[in-house]
């Protein structure tokens, strides 16, 4: 059974830094993963997607980066912003097509202070 | 991607009540995807929608209690059936486009007292 895993549950930082999060997963057979972004009491935006093929991508100031050999995935935040505060989650698709069941890690809250 | 639009956003409902939510999406998908979110944890998989077939519902989950409905292409409902303080959580809808992942809708706030 896959399992995720996200370090660290929570984060703070003061605006401009640069910041990482980890994800972890126990089965490294996977067909992809997502990063998502959730506001509080809202739905999840996707920022970023990574097929099990590729290493890393990259959007605006967000770098994901992928070793599926080791069954981690990190999450790259450049010059945070307060705008960037929300909960991060980490989301792999192990079944093998694109329409594969996700399972979620439980997400690092992160808040930018000004 | 897909755009998806949920409603309601929110909704405060009594015990033993029902709430149906809609999800439509602006393109045709196959399958469509209800997620709930209960406070403080992360997401968890209902069941997958297939337009003109049953719904597969995950270990947990039954069609008594949340039945699905898939008229068409573009749409779904969920419904959450004889509700309980315990229903109280956040409801999402999800597509997922090849070579895009997963799209999810703005969600749906439920409150049960």
């Known amino acids: 059974k896959q399992e995720v895993t996200q370090i660290p549950a929570a984060l703070s930082v003061p605006e401009g830094e640069n910041l990482v999060l980890n994800c972890s997963f126990t089965d490294s057979a996977i067909y992809n993963l997502q990063w998502f972004r959730q506001d509080p009491g809202k739905g999840l935006t996707s920022l970023l997607l990574?097929?099990?093929?590729?290493r890393e991508q990259t959007s605006g100031r967000l770098n994901a980066s992928l070793d599926k050999s080791s069954g981690r995935s990190t999450l790259y935040i450049a010059a945070s912003q307060p705008g960037d505060s929300a909960t991060y989650l980490c989301a792999v698709n192990a079944g093998g097509t694109s329409y594969g069941k996700l399972t979620f890690g439980q997400g690092t809250i992160l808040t930018v202070h000004p | 991607s897909a755009v998806i639009s949920q409603k309601p956003s929110r909704d405060i409902c009594q015990r033993g009540t029902s709430l149906t939510i809609q999800c439509q999406v602006d393109s045709q998908v196959t399958m469509m995807f209800w997620y709930r979110q209960q406070p403080g944890q992360s997401l968890t998989l209902i069941a997958t929608?297939?337009?003109?077939?049953?719904?597969?519902?995950e270990s947990g989950f039954v069609i008594d209690k949340f039945p699905i409905s898939r008229p068409n292409l573009t749409f779904s409902t969920l419904t959450v059936s004889n509700m309980s303080p315990e229903d109280s959580s956040i409801y999402l809808c999800?597509?997922?486009?090849?070579?895009?992942?997963?799209?999810f809708g703005s969600g749906t706030r439920l409150t049960v007292v």
């Open positions: 929608a297939n337009q003109g077939s049953e719904a597969t519902y």
């Open positions: 990574i097929q099990s093929s590729q």
């Open positions: 999800s597509v997922n486009r090849m070579g895009y992942g997963y799209t």
